[in-house]
């Protein structure tokens, strides 16, 4: 038998145990509702994030249409059809790939990668966008780390983070991938000379769809969920991601990661945190 106290938010479930032993077990269903409000919310901001390029879609392919006659026309609704696509991809990707993560606790059996190939990647997959603005992305620090994972989900956080290192900094900056050993972790960091974060802001900014400046982010691309990405795969590789920002003046994002082959105080190898 199963009693609800809908007001407390409390289930008691009896269970006999042999002929008189009574077993009550209550449970706090807060957490349970929450985690349901929070999904709802989720769906409700995915259908409104999709609403926005699709309808522009819709409206595109209509003016196409209209301006048959009118080649130059034409050619611009083509273009912007095509960014509006990108948007969409992307938004679906990041979505698929934020409820995939969300529902791993911790990585079944993560691997040894290279973090030299990762931010390698990671600096490629934003090249066109840095070289549009006149960025220069770097590298640097230390050489042949290793960092136990999922290099999949490792190399799009870091990518993540260099991406929005690009969207948000002035043209001719410079944009810098840095990585250090730390014990038993190793430390990516990312660090931008853009537009900075408000000091109020800062907590809120690795929430799903949250943007400092929703008005901005038509013109940035962004879709609000690539820093909650990078936050869910710190955790599930037990590792960690923060963030440093002065406003106006730039922002120091850093992904730390379990390193494999960790290293004692006096370079001895030691085995990798389980
Ligand atoms: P988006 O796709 O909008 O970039 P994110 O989840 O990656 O979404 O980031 C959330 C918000 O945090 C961004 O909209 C932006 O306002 C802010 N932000 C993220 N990275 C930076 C950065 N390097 N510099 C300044 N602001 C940033």
């Keep these: 038998p199963r009693d609800q106290a809908p007001d407390r938010h409390v289930t008691v479930r009896v269970a006999p145990l042999g002929s008189r032993l009574v077993l009550a077990l209550v449970e706090d269903r807060t957490r349970e509702r ?29 003016a196409v249409w209209e301006a048959a006659e009118d ?40 691997l040894p990668m290279s973090v030299d190939d990762v931010v390698g990647l990671s600096v490629d997959t934003s090249a066109i966008d840095a070289a549009a603005k006149g960025i220069s992305v770097v590298t640097g620090g230390e050489r042949g780390l290793k960092v136990l994972g999922n290099e999949e989900q490792v190399t799009m ?14 043209p001719d900056s410079t944009v810098l991938v840095t990585t250090r050993a730390e014990d038993s972790y190793v430390a990516v960091s990312v660090v931008d000379q853009g537009i900075g974060i408000p000091s109020v802001e800062i907590d809120r900014i690795f929430e799903r769809f949250y943007r400092v400046d929703p008005a901005r982010h038509r013109s940035t691309g962004g879709t609000g969920l690539g820093l909650s990405i990078v936050k869910h795969v710190a955790a599930t590789h037990g590792g960690d991601v923060s963030v440093w920002s002065v406003e106006g003046q730039g922002s120091t994002f850093t992904l730390t990661l379990p390193r494999a082959e960790a290293r004692g105080p006096h370079g001895e190898a030691r085995p990798a945190p389980a």
Excluded at 34 to 62: C, M, Q, W, Y
Excluded at 85 to 104: A, F, H, M, P, Y
Excluded at 157 to 170: C, E, G, Q, T
């Design 157 to 170: 956080a870091v990518a993540n983070l260099v991406a929005n290192a690009v969207r948000y900094s002035d």
């Design 34 to 62: 929450r985690v349901e409000a929070v999904r709802r919310d989720f769906v409700a901001n995915v259908s409104h994030e999709l609403k926005t390029p699709v309808g522009a879609i819709r409206l595109l392919a209509d």
């Design 71 to 110: 080649p130059e026309a034409v050619r611009r609704f083509s273009e912007r059809m095509v960014l509006e696509g990108e948007r969409l991809t992307v938004l679906v990707q990041q979505v698929i790939e934020l409820s995939r993560l969300q529902g791993d606790e911790r990585l079944d059996s993560p």
